[in-house]
Each structure stands twice: as structure tokens, then as C-alpha cells.
């Protein structure tokens, strides 16, 4: 156990919905990335905060947005959801910057 | 545009031999890259890490070598087990890149019994 959190496991929604997927950094921890994993594929970064700021940003799609909060937990946004968006999604947190980061189980998305 | 990559998408090799997964970077201000392992249906793990102002790290039966002349990294395994079954991925961390943890590709390793 990592002790980085992820809700829901998983999930499963229609096209043109929108979902929250949760995140809870280990503790003490101040960096939370984001990431999405196709089936049989690399991760793909999405976005990193760092002590509630937004830190760095890769190939986001504007449909999707991320926050973290003042207790250090993370939401991911998922928005006019596609079929294309079925994947994985994985957080991580870090304590600092440029440390090794611990991954959470996974959010598995379906979207029918 | 800068990224890490992966030579071998599969290295298939037998119970108790020792293992080589090789990795490529192109950004030459790279300073701290992580090996990870996943298995199927998990998040990845943290296998072991290197900064930049080394060239070797050891673990329990891992070691990271780092050839920052050729931009080359490698996780060797010894005495492979079946537990090392999972694909593997090497990442880096490199402050002109605004710190993130960028990913290559992966490399399946397939331990036969």
C-alpha cells in the first residue's frame, strides 16, 4: 500500500457525462500528479500541483481540469466525456519537488 | 520534442537469470529518473531511483546504471524471480521541464519457470 488513495476504483458513465475522480496524497506529502493510462500503454502526464498550485501541465484536454485544495487532496474533472476517455487514471504525490513519487491504485473509467 | 523511450517492448527471460531493461532520454538536462514496476490491474511502484551526479545505485538485487555521456539508463535484475513479472517503466524529472514526472513507453518482462 502505497498510501496514496484513489475513489472511486472504478467507474462507469455515458458519453457527454461528467465525473470527479479523488485523490488523497500520502501524508505530509505536497505534490499530486495526474495521469492517464490507455489499455497496454505508457502514462501519459496530465497534471501536477504542488502545495495548491499548479506546478506543471501536459497534454490536458481542455475538457478536463484538476484542483487541489487546502488539505492537499486533488479532484480531476472529466467533462463531455468520450469513448476515447475510457482508461485508467492514476495519482501520485511526492513530498517535495524532484523526489520519487508514490502512485494510488487507479481509477478505472468506462465510458459507454 | 524531448522524451524517454524504451528499447525492448518485451524481455522475455528464464527463472534465475538476470535481467537488463535498457532506457533512452533526450533531454540532456534530465537530473533524476525512477524506475517503476507495474503488474496488471495496479498502480505503479517505486522500484529504485538515480540523480544525475551518480552513474550507479544498488538495491535489494536491482541496480540503475546511468550513462549520461550516451543519455542511457538501465535496471538490472538478478536472479529473476516470477514476482518480477510486470512491465516496466523508466521516468524523469528534469527542472527545465517544470518537474514533471514524465513516463517512456514500458518493457514487459516475462519471467518462464
Known amino acids: 500500500d502505497s498510501g496514496v488513495t484513489q475513489t472511486p476504483k472504478h467507474l462507469i458513465t455515458a458519453t457527454g457525462q461528467r465525473v470527479t475522480l479523488r485523490c488523497s496524497p500520502r501524508?505530509?506529502?505536497?505534490?499530486v500528479y495526474w495521469y492517464q493510462q490507455s489499455l497496454d500503454q505508457g502514462l501519459q502526464f496530465l497534471i501536477q500541483?504542488?502545495?495548491?498550485?499548479?506546478?506543471a501541465k501536459g497534454n490536458i484536454l481542455e475538457r478536463f481540469s484538476a484542483q487541489q485544495f487546502p488539505d492537499l487532496h486533488s479532484e480531476l474533472n472529466l467533462s463531455s466525456l468520450e469513448l476515447g476517455d475510457s482508461a485508467l487514471y492514476f495519482c501520485a504525490s511526492s513530498p517535495r519537488l524532484n523526489t520519487e513519487a508514490f502512485f494510488g491504485q487507479g481509477t478505472r473509467l468506462t465510458v459507454v | 520534442g524531448e522524451s524517454v523511450g524504451l528499447h525492448l517492448p518485451t524481455l522475455s527471460v528464464q527463472e534465475g537469470d538476470n535481467s537488463i531493461i535498457n532506457c533512452a532520454y533526450s533531454?540532456?538536462?534530465?537530473?533524476?529518473f525512477i524506475w517503476y514496476k507495474q503488474e496488471s490491474g495496479k498502480g505503479p511502484q517505486f522500484i529504485i531511483d538515480i540523480r544525475s551526479n551518480m552513474d550507479k545505485r544498488q538495491g535489494q538485487r536491482v541496480t540503475v546504471l546511468l550513462n549520461k555521456t550516451v543519455k542511457h539508463l538501465s535496471l538490472q535484475i538478478a536472479a529473476t524471480q516470477p514476482g518480477d513479472s510486470a512491465v516496466y517503466f523508466c521516468?524523469?524529472?528534469?527542472?527545465?521541464?517544470?518537474?514533471?514526472?514524465?513516463f517512456g513507453g514500458g518493457t514487459r518482462l516475462m519471467v518462464k519457470p
Open positions: 500541483y504542488y502545495n495548491g498550485e499548479e506546478r
Open positions: 501524508s505530509g506529502d505536497l505534490s
Open positions: 533531454n540532456s538536462a534530465s537530473d533524476y
Open positions: 521516468a524523469e524529472i528534469s527542472n527545465n521541464a517544470g518537474n514533471m514526472l514524465t
